[in-house]
């Protein structure tokens, strides 16, 4: 059984900085491509980046430059670390076994002053 738990979400000031965590079990994980995703209110939830098994990355436009994915293949976990933190980044953000797999139950993240 897949299972994916998000950890690191809070509350955070425009400018800052956070780090979620997903850690991963009952899937080959060293193998799988990992992804994140955010969700904002009121909006579809929307691909942030996806790491490969290789340690290859990609990102979306509106958060290359300030988010950067990692993996630890060891803890079986991928990381999401997020600097520079703008109120539009407010959404809960979901770990997914690739792109069409199973996800996490997400971690919420609010921008504000």
């Known amino acids: 059984q897949v299972q994916l738990v998000e950890s690191g979400g809070g509350l955070v000031q425009p400018g800052g900085s956070l780090k979620l965590s997903c850690a991963a079990s009952?899937?080959?994980?060293?193998?799988?491509?990992m992804s994140w995703y955010c969700q904002a209110p009121g909006k579809q939830r929307e691909l942030i980046g996806s790491i490969r098994y290789s340690g290859g990355t990609n990102y979306a436009d509106s958060v290359k430059g300030r988010f950067t994915i990692s993996r630890d293949n060891a803890k079986r976990t991928v990381y999401l670390q997020m600097n520079d933190l703008k109120p539009e980044d407010t959404a809960v953000y979901y770990c997914?076994?690739?792109?069409?797999?199973?996800w996490g139950q997400g971690t919420q993240v609010t921008v504000s002053s």
């Open positions: 009952g899937i080959d994980f060293s193998l799988t491509t």
């Open positions: 997914r076994v690739g792109v069409a797999g199973a």
